[in-house]
Every structure is written in structure tokens, then in C-alpha cells.
């Protein structure tokens, strides 16, 4: 099930006690929400340069094939439109098929730096929580040391 931008905007947590800072985590979601809006939109976009493209091509193959039949009597002329016609649209057909592998390329280098920006995230999230849970122990030493706080 592909996701949505709006799926992932609307996506409610349950509330927990310890849980993570609901701010936190929306502040996070909305990151990821405009991100992921930028590639879907991108993606649409994407795939309508693409059958624009091969629509193109598709008319090409047409008038290919109908210069075929129109020109039969005349074999060198209909030769020449043809292989004109074939490369024109071998050359589009590459030209796309390179732009949509550069896209693609850009995506997923995009969506690796957002998993890295995620995992670097989740790294100081452990390290916060280390680091807090230490405190916390401290600060209750400190109040068992003095005898404000008892077990």
C-alpha cells in the first residue's frame, strides 16, 4: 500500500506514559510529510514527462508507418523518412529513458540522505535518552544521599 502525503500528515500516535515528545514527533512527521510531498509530486511529475514522451514516440511510430505505406513507390525517399523517423525516435526514446534514470537517480540519493538524516536523528535520540536517564539517576543519588528521598 503506497502512502500518501496526507496519510502520513494525519497519522495520529497513541499517547503513552514515557512516551516520545508528541511535539518532537509531529515536528518530525511534518518534516517527513513535506519531503515525502516533494518526491510524490515529483514522481507525478515524473511519470507525466514520461508519457508525454511516449506519446511523442508513439507518433513518430505512426507517421513512420504511414510515410511506409504512402511512399512505397518511391523506395529511397520512403527509406531515408524512415530511418530519420527511427532514429529521431530512438534518439527521443534514449533521451527519455536517460532523464528518467537521472530522476529516479536523484530520488532514490534523496530518500538515502533522508534514511541518514533519520538514523543520525535516532542516534542523538539514544544518546538524549542516555544521557537523561543518567541525570536522573544522579539527581536521585544525590536526594538518597542527602535523606530527602528514601527507597
Do not use: C, W
Request: proline residues 2%.
Amino acid at each position: 500500500m503506497a502512502l500518501t502525503p496526507m496519510e502520513i500528515h494525519n497519522k495520529d500516535f497513541p499517547r503513552k506514559f514515557r512516551g516520545y515528545d508528541p511535539d518532537e514527533v509531529d515536528q518530525f512527521l511534518d518534516m517527513i510529510v513535506e519531503d515525502f510531498e516533494k518526491l510524490y509530486k515529483e514522481n507525478i511529475d515524473i511519470k507525466e514527462k514520461y508519457r508525454l514522451a511516449k506519446e511523442r514516440l508513439d507518433i513518430y511510430i505512426a507517421i513512420e508507418e504511414t510515410l511506409k505505406e504512402t511512399l512505397v513507390t518511391a523506395q529511397k525517399t520512403a527509406e531515408d523518412v524512415v530511418s530519420n523517423a527511427q532514429n529521431k525516435a530512438e534518439l527521443i526514446l534514449r533521451e527519455t529513458e536517460a532523464e528518467a534514470f537521472r530522476l529516479m537517480q536523484q530520488g532514490n540519493e534523496r530518500l538515502l540522505e533522508k534514511r541518514r538524516e533519520q538514523e543520525e536523528l535516532q542516534k542523538q535520540l539514544d544518546v538524549f535518552r542516555i544521557r537523561f536517564k543518567k541525570l536522573l539517576e544522579a539527581e536521585i543519588e544525590i536526594l538518597e544521599t542527602k535523606g530527602i528521598m528514601q527507597e
